[in-house]
């Protein structure tokens, strides 16, 4: 046997690499069961590989038929879909299926082809509890699997990270109070559910949230106002989204003391209203998160409500806040009747300036913004720190601004900006820049810019102005002539002649070449 199998660390490498299941796709498939059928033949091997490999081919696991077919094959059969046991078990009936399940760390608890039926059920859960799954640590579940309802008596109490999909009958969903009682030792928590079923889990969320172990990690839906209070209290949430915040969180006014969310790192949240994240927005507004994540629609039945909620927004963010999304949604039926209610102005934005950290911002309407070249300097200067700009609209093609920034603001954003790597913004590339008016020195540190619908006529120029300032600028086009300009900027080379940094351009057959010149510091 080679060396390189000696060496524990560089097995544990090699079987990483093979693990079907490394995609987080639990139905293996395609070159996933090329993988698993490796894994199989390196545990047939040696016994020096057959831990290892059998580590990574059971790690993870979905609906238990796998581990159940390990049992004696005179004990089950599959009738109709449904997994049966149709002699009696004995206790070492179970150590085949034992050897394989204490290595299972990842489960999925749902149905697929075939089903656990209720006789398995019963053997099953005859035994202590825990027994079966005792290393788990992440478990994926739907309420509408048969396996929800004993899940607590299947999986071990190790669990860490827990992602429930709750889509199945009231008398399953009611399973929730015991695995927040039995879970202790929770650090991340996803509880979603499709929004036929949203009325009924609210019945039973806010129980089963208020009685686990608060995680470091949370995202929820389903929650009532006394789940929301409760949720001001935890002093461990490191990351928190709220998946549907469709009414007031707290009754106005409401106020916690200024410990709260003390170690809050991210905060998203998806609201229904404007109104609801402001007032979510205004509560906790101590806590020192670096991340704000907000999609909510538009309630056009409020009068400013949008330019109300940047105000808040803006009020409430902490100086510790270093990346900001904002993404206010609506379908295009609605928008297309009442433009002018989604006609969006600097001015919304402006109150934002004063938080000089922020690095990466994405701000998404769905008629875009009206900007000029005047405000996104404004932009620029109030965000020296900035990495990646965003500001577009979904439907920005609808409606006709009054005004559009140039291809001077994008060069303007390169000057005060040094770090800005990626951008997404429409300017009018009609309007060139005369290369007199340049300034003398911009960042090239810009790689990917994103234009939109930005109009565009010839794209020798706008190319020109781009290859020059930004040589590695890399352009994501929708239209012909950007993909054009994209073409250029590929073609425009730089390269470095010996003496100094002494630089030569080109764009290759279309005979613009820059000047040479002496940049070799004097002595």
């Known amino acids: 046997m080679h060396r390189c199998w000696e060496v524990a660390e560089l097995v544990q490498l090699i079987f990483e690499?093979?693990?079907?299941?490394?995609?987080?796709?639990?139905?293996?498939?395609?070159?996933?069961?090329?993988?698993?059928?490796?894994?199989?033949?390196?545990?047939?091997?040696?016994?020096?590989?057959?831990?290892?490999?059998?580590?990574?081919?059971?790690?993870?696991?979905?609906?238990?038929?796998?581990?159940?077919?390990?049992?004696?094959?005179?004990?089950?059969?599959?009738?109709?879909?449904?997994?049966?046991?149709?002699?009696?078990?004995?206790?070492?009936?179970?150590?085949?299926?034992?050897?394989?399940?204490?290595?299972?760390?990842?489960?999925?608890?749902?149905?697929?082809?075939?089903?656990?039926?209720?006789?398995?059920?019963e053997s099953m859960i005859s035994l202590p509890p825990g027994t079966l799954l005792p290393n788990v640590q992440g478990l994926s579940c739907k309420s509408s699997s048969v396996l929800f309802p004993y899940l607590t008596l299947l999986v071990g109490p190790r669990v860490t990270q827990l992602a429930t999909f709750l889509d199945g009958p009231a008398f399953r969903i009611s399973a929730l109070q015991s695995i927040a009682r039995n879970f202790k030792s929770l650090e991340y928590v996803h509880l979603n559910t499709p929004v036929t079923h949203r009325e009924m889990v609210r019945r039973y969320v806010p129980g089963f949230f208020m009685q686990i172990v608060p995680p470091r990690r949370l995202e929820i839906q389903g929650l009532n106002q006394a789940a929301y209070r409760h949720l001001a209290t935890l002093p461990t949430i490191r990351s928190l989204e709220l998946l549907d915040l469709v009414e007031l969180p707290f009754p106005s006014p409401c106020s916690f003391s200024d410990t709260t969310f003390p170690v809050l790192d991210e905060l998203k949240i998806q609201?229904?209203?404007?109104?609801?994240?402001?007032?979510?927005?205004?509560?906790?507004?101590?806590?020192?998160?670096?991340?704000?994540?907000?999609?909510?629609?538009?309630?056009?039945?409020?009068?400013?409500?949008l330019s109300l909620f940047f105000a808040v927004c803006a009020a409430c963010i902490p100086a510790t806040?270093?990346?900001?999304?904002?993404?206010?949604?609506e379908d295009n039926k609605t928008v297309l009747s009442n433009c002018q209610a989604y006609a969006m102005t600097f001015d919304m934005?402006?109150?934002?300036?004063?938080?000089?950290?922020?690095?990466?911002?994405?701000?998404?309407?769905?008629?875009?913004?009206?900007?000029?070249?005047?405000?996104?300097?404004t932009l620029g200067r109030a965000w020296p720190q900035l990495e990646c700009l965003c500001i577009v609209g979904d439907f920005s093609a609808v409606l006709v601004h009054g005004s559009y920034p140039t291809l001077a603001a994008v060069l303007s954003l390169a000057r005060h900006c040094p770090l800005l790597q990626d951008l997404c913004l429409a300017v009018d590339a009609r309007v060139v820049p005369e290369a007199a008016n340049l300034a003398t020195?911009?960042?090239?540190?810009?790689?990917?810019?994103d234009p939109v619908e930005s109009p565009i006529n010839c794209p020798n120029s706008p190319a020109e102005l781009l290859g020059r300032v930004f040589p590695a600028l890399s352009i994501e086009y929708k239209s012909q002539t950007?993909?054009?300009?994209?073409?250029?900027?590929?073609?425009?080379?730089?390269t470095k002649t010996s003496r100094g940094s002494c630089v030569t351009r080109e764009f290759l057959g279309q005979g613009i070449v820059e000047s040479h010149y002496d940049c070799t510091p004097s002595i």
């Open 271 to 305: 609201a229904s209203s404007p109104f609801f994240a402001t007032n979510f927005l205004s509560v906790f507004d101590k806590a020192p998160f670096t991340l704000l994540s907000i999609a909510a629609s538009k309630n056009s039945t409020v009068s400013n409500s």
């Open 321 to 329: 806040l270093v990346k900001l999304h904002i993404y206010l949604c």
């Open 349 to 377: 934005i402006q109150p934002l300036t004063v938080y000089s950290n922020l690095r990466r911002v994405s701000l998404v309407c769905p008629l875009g913004f009206e900007l000029d070249n005047k405000s996104v300097e």
């Open 482 to 494: 950007w993909a054009k300009v994209d073409t250029l900027l590929t073609n425009y080379k730089e």
């Open 441 to 449: 020195s911009y960042s090239t540190a810009l790689i990917n810019w």
């Open 17 to 121: 690499a093979l693990d079907p299941y490394a995609a987080g796709v639990y139905r293996v498939e395609g070159i996933g069961q090329l993988k698993a059928s490796t894994l199989f033949r390196l545990a047939q091997t040696c016994r020096q590989l057959c831990e290892p490999a059998l580590d990574v081919l059971w790690r993870t696991n979905e609906g238990l038929i796998l581990l159940l077919k390990c049992l004696p094959t005179d004990t089950w059969e599959i009738r109709d879909g449904y997994f049966e046991i149709v002699s009696p078990i004995q206790s070492k009936d179970w150590e085949r299926f034992l050897l394989y399940s204490r290595r299972v760390t990842t489960f999925s608890a749902c149905d697929r082809d075939i089903v656990v039926g209720s006789s398995a059920l």
